[in-house]
């Protein structure tokens, strides 16, 4: 008797780099949709919209408060996760701030990603940075 496999995506899928500006947030909302949608075995409802929050708010956080003007975006299916990988070049890491429960500036960001991932890594450079959060699939 024979078994038939499903094949499943472990390949770097899709690297994408943008300017920092706010539109590029939507951009990396759309990127990451694209790339979920695309995987084999599809990933369920909730870890989708897991994933591409997190990217959103690794996007926002370059946009908000990196230096320089661009960054990259990396996205790697493996069996039991996804990687997401965000590169800036700022080498300063993300801090928590308190979260601004009335002047609508943030605070929430960086602790949801901390949260939501299985693990997160900050590696600094002498001119960037990159964070690497792994997430379920």
Same mark, same amino acid.
């Given at each position: ?7 499943? $995506? ?10 920092? /500006?706010?539109?590029?947030?939507? $951009?990396?909302? %759309? ?48 069996? %039991? ?6 590169? $800036?070049? %700022?080498? /300063? ?6 979260? $601004? ?16 991932? /299985? ?19």
């Amino acid at each position: 008797m024979r078994t038939q496999h499903t094949p499943l $995506d472990t390949a770097p899928l899709e690297t994408a780099t943008f300017a920092k /500006r706010p539109e590029s947030v939507t $951009d990396a909302r %759309d990127l990451t949709r694209a790339f979920v949608a695309g995987l084999t075995p599809a990933v369920g409802a909730q870890a989708a919209a897991t994933i591409e929050l997190v990217v959103s708010e690794l996007i926002t956080n370059v946009v908000r408060h990196a230096r320089g003007a661009l960054c990259s975006l990396h996205l790697q299916a493996q069996h %039991d996760g996804i990687t997401i990988t965000v590169s $800036d070049a %700022d080498p /300063r890491p993300p801090r928590e701030r308190d979260p $601004d429960l009335e002047g609508g500036t943030g605070g929430f960001g960086w602790p949801m990603v901390q949260q939501l991932a /299985r693990t997160v890594s900050v590696t600094r450079y002498a001119t960037s940075k990159t964070i690497r959060a792994e997430l379920a699939r």
